[in-house]
């Protein structure tokens, strides 16, 4: 089994910063790309792209979060992180840690896994 659990997240106001973390734990190989997805209250959409890094290191930002949000990993904690910064009212959403995990085992698979969401509030 593989969980993935988030931490940090809360009440913000404009202009504020707050931190998230992501680990990773259980039966793991390997984890390959980890991210950060968010889906904004009464949002009907799929989850939006806030974030990836590769196992490498190679990032992706979404537009709405480019030079405000930073997003790094520790490989060797199977552990991911994004540093919000200069919050704003439409970064409100429920945030969600997603991994790619290959588990120990024979077949050497990639499985996408989730956690369960952290709220971030950010008021003016």
């Known amino acids: 089994q593989v969980q993935l659990v988030e931490s940090g997240g809360g009440e913000a106001r404009v202009g504020d910063s707050l931190s998230l973390s992501c680990k990773a734990s259980?039966?793991?190989?390997?984890?390959?790309?980890m991210a950060w997805y968010r889906q904004a209250p009464g949002d009907q959409r799929e989850r939006e792209l806030v974030?990836?890094?590769?196992?490498?290191?190679?990032?992706k930002y979404a537009d709405s979060v480019k030079g405000r949000f930073i997003i790094s990993r520790d490989n060797d904690r199977n552990e991911v992180y994004l540093q919000m910064n200069s919050l704003q009212t439409t970064d409100t959403a429920v945030y969600y840690c997603a991994a790619g995990v290959i588990p120990q085992g024979p077949g050497l698979r990639v499985y996408d896994y989730w956690g369960q969401g952290t709220q971030v509030t950010v008021s003016s």
């Open positions: 259980g039966s793991i190989y390997s984890v390959n790309d």
């Open positions: 974030a990836l890094i590769h196992r490498g290191g190679g990032i």
